[in-house]
């Protein structure tokens, strides 16, 4: 199973990478915002999107938007990681249909469950 | 009239004329005074604006800078603490360690005690008596073999322990990424202030203030950061009641999930609806969260 770690912060796709490592995930494609993460999707097979929000070029919110409007990714588990915690955000991350939403700071432990939790409910 | 009086007017009248003469000659620097400060009331008035408007988003600069001073501070303490608890239970790995390979040297000598006796066996000079003598021996140094086993667990124990340290750490240093989102959004805000200061001091055309304006630009520009970050300007919020936080957005993920299988309505359509009636500057509560989704059933 391929993941596509995306954020700005160097420091963050780190921690987030160092984390899916403990779980045994090895196969990590990472990009720095959202062009750059569509790009990655179309020349990499990924399997799982976990993505910041406030990132330059293009927004993690707008990534999902583009994801969901393709027809080859449209079913595609996405998992919003970010420091924006304020209802209008939530709302909006359900609007464009993100699988699940994470508060910074968190717990790898979280970031386990949350994509447990993504692969079980795709599994049904 | 004598002589000297009318000299005295004709004088007078000669003064008088001077004074009409400077009058008409002072008039039009009047008149162009009184333009000039007609003109220029509007700019101070911009001008006071701007820096009462510039001066109330000081505060706020410093009030966000101090927050990613606390926050790193907290982070950096925390941090240390962990690592010191690190270095106790390394300390305490070490020893058990230690014991572990005293416990390996007694299994060494019990196979060594127990192998003399198969051997006794084999070639035919074993004899009850070894076997008594070699008894007690063999019982004391099985206790070690048999601590070994609590001793794996301890250790097995300390390295768990050891792992969730680690998570500890890696769950503050994510206040690298939140800090640095505030420090972007004071380096935006200080950039609106430049650029707004500038454009006043840009509007004189006297030369001495383009000159001003010149210097300005040249030494108080701010400067870029290492990278272009996008940024959340509460980013430190987030550090504040992050699990309440994270639990009432589970929540409400959980609710959307059970809503989007259980109807055959437009999702998209629903929560755009539902959502026209909430605050969109509140916290999450679970009462919002139920009648975002009551609206929706």
Do not use: C
């Amino acid at each position: 199973m391929k993941f596509l770690v995306v954020d700005d912060s160097p420091t963050m796709r780190r921690i987030v990478i160092n984390a899916l490592k403990s779980f045994g995930i090895e196969d990590i494609v990472e990009a720095e915002d959202g062009q750059d993460a569509l790009s990655k999707l179309q020349t990499h097979k990924i399997d799982f999107v976990i993505t910041d929000w406030n990132m330059p070029n293009m927004s993690g919110l707008d990534l999902t938007k583009a994801i969901r409007a393709s027809e080859q990714w449209k079913n595609l588990p996405i998992l919003m990681v970010t420091t924006r915690g304020l209802k209008e955000d939530i709302i909006q991350a359900l609007q464009a249909k993100v699988n699940n939403y994470i508060v910074k700071p968190f717990t790898p432990q979280v970031l386990k469950e949350k994509i447990t939790a993504i692969l079980k409910a795709g599994e049904k | 009239m004598k002589d000297m009086d009318i000299k005295g007017l004709i004088k007078k009248a000669e003064e008088l004329r001077a004074l009409f003469i400077l009058g008409q000659r002072v008039v039009p620097f009047l008149e162009e005074l009184f333009a000039f400060v007609g003109e220029i009331q509007p700019l101070l008035e911009e001008i006071n604006t701007s820096i009462q408007e510039n001066l109330s988003k000081m505060p706020n600069l410093s009030k966000q800078l101090s927050k990613v001073t606390e926050a790193t501070e907290l982070a950096t303490n925390e941090i240390l603490d962990i690592v010191d608890g690190v270095f106790y239970k390394l300390d305490i790995l070490s020893s058990t360690l230690k014991e572990f390979e005293s416990s390996q040297l007694g299994l060494k000598d019990f196979f060594e005690d127990f192998n003399k006796l198969v051997g006794k066996f084999n070639n035919g000079s074993f004899s009850i008596d070894d076997l008594k003598l070699n008894l007690s021996s063999l019982q004391a140094k099985s206790k070690d073999i048999l601590s070994v086993e609590t001793k794996i667990n301890s250790m097995k124990e300390m390295i768990d322990n050891i792992r969730n340290d680690s998570s500890s750490i890696m769950l503050a240093l994510q206040v690298q990424d939140i800090t640095s989102q505030q420090i972007a959004a004071v380096n935006h805000l200080l950039n609106t202030v430049q650029t707004r200061l500038n454009s006043l001091i840009s509007k004189f055309q006297s030369g001495d203030i383009t000159k001003v304006a010149t210097v300005q630009e040249q030494t108080t520009n701010v400067t870029e950061l290492h990278r272009v970050i996008a940024f959340d300007p509460d980013a430190v919020e987030s550090l504040i009641d992050n699990a309440a936080r994270q639990d009432e957005i589970d929540k409400l993920f959980e609710q959307q999930t059970i809503e989007d299988t259980s109807s055959s309505k437009e999702p998209d359509n629903k929560t755009a609806q539902s959502t026209e009636t909430l605050d969109s500057e509140e916290k999450i509560s679970q009462d919002d969260i139920d009648k975002l989704f009551n609206q929706n059933s």
